[in-house]
């Protein structure tokens, strides 16, 4: 069935669930996810650290880049905490991938 033979709704159910590319959903996703990034707690309290440290000139020494980079990890480590949990994923570790390491070493070992 060719997509000008579709109705309006069987068009938004097919760009919904992924079958049908849409430019316009595209675009209005990747501002959604900018939106989000931009607008976020994280970001803002580390614009505000980034002008405090441009502001006071604390990017001419080497100890304040080597902070200014480690609280920059931090955010972004706190950003993608914050993802996790909102969305109660869970990180869960495959025991048997590590079984299967110990027996392909020993294998290799008795060899």
């Not at 959903?25 to 707690?41: A, D, E, P």
């Not at 931090?74 to 905490?81: Q, R």
């Amino acid at each position: 069935m060719a997509n000008q033979e579709l109705t309006y709704k069987q068009k938004l159910d097919l760009i919904r669930n992924g079958n049908l590319w849409c430019w316009k959903t595209f675009w209005v996703g990747i501002v959604s996810r900018l939106q989000k990034i931009i607008f976020s707690r994280e970001f803002v309290v580390f614009v505000i650290y980034t002008i405090a440290m441009w502001r006071f000139d604390l990017f001419i020494s080497e100890n304040g880049l080597i902070h200014y980079t480690i609280i920059s990890g931090l955010f972004i480590l706190v950003e993608s905490l914050r993802i996790l949990i909102e969305h109660k994923t869970t990180m869960s570790i495959n025991t048997d991938f590590g079984a299967k390491i110990l027996k392909e070493i020993k294998l290799i070992k008795g060899a």
